[in-house]
């Protein structure tokens, strides 16, 4: 069963401080990361994709992978409150699908 | 900006009644992806289809759900009859999965809320 587990949240976080935001995947198979922001009622929205170990900055968004520890991470510098979202974590399996957390819910407090 | 297109954004409709849904995917997208998605959860993925060909409908519930993709570019969920339970957000996304430009993100359109009463 491949698994992706996120922290359900809410986290909440001042404005202009650094969100946190964590997720740990089950299929060592993948080797594609996304993570997609949603607001309440809308679709997803694909903010940031990794392939490699490391970071990949763009902009105030900040992605890091560890494939060894099976980890991946979001970072969002100088939070705004347009930012509050649930955020999800997908990594992609071999067949090209997605698998899903449930997402984190983040709010940005003015 | 290319954009994946769906209709209806809304639709309410009574349970045992027959409800579809359209998809438009990005030009040149061959993989397109229908998706249900309940409030909480994240995507539950219910059939990818690779141009006209379907890949993989195995979370899909056969007995009251179909789709098709019969020219491999815009693509129809079905459902009939409807149940209470069906009551969810439907997802369209689609994806180039080029492998020789290391391409595989899904872009997605802005889904059609389906309320069963």
């Known amino acids: 069963q491949k698994e992706v587990e996120q922290n359900s949240g809410p986290l909440s976080v001042p404005e202009g401080a650094i969100a946190s935001l964590n997720c740990t995947y089950s299929?060592?198979?993948?080797?594609?990361f996304f993570w997609y922001r949603q607001y309440s009622g809308k679709s997803p929205e694909l903010i940031m994709f990794i392939y490699s170990n490391g970071d990949k900055e763009d902009g105030r968004f900040t992605a890091q992978l560890n494939k060894a520890s099976q980890y991946v991470s979001l970072l969002i510098r100088d939070s705004q409150p347009s930012d509050s979202a649930t955020y999800l974590c997908a990594p992609m399996d071999s067949n090209y699908q997605l698998i899903w957390g449930a997402g984190t819910k983040l709010i940005i407090k003015p | 900006e290319a954009e994946v297109a769906q209709s209806p954004r809304y639709k309410i409709t009574e349970k045992s009644q027959a409800v579809a849904f359209w998809c438009d995917p990005i030009?040149?997208?061959?993989?397109l992806y229908w998706y249900r998605q309940i409030l909480g959860q994240g995507p539950e993925l219910l059939v990818q289809f690779q141009d006209e060909s379907v890949v993989d409908d195995s979370q899909l519930p056969k007995d009251r759900f179909s789709a098709e993709r019969l020219k491999g570019v815009d693509s129809t969920l079905k459902i009939q009859p409807a149940e209470l339970g069906d009551s969810a957000m439907y997802l369209c996304?689609?994806?180039?999965?080029?492998?020789?430009?290391?391409?595989?993100?899904?872009?997605f359109g802005p889904g059609t809320r389906l309320t069963v009463t």
């Open positions: 996304a689609s994806s180039l999965v080029d492998v020789g430009s290391d391409s595989y993100e899904q872009y």
């Open positions: 299929d060592r198979g993948s080797q594609s």
């Open positions: 030009s040149g997208h061959a993989t």
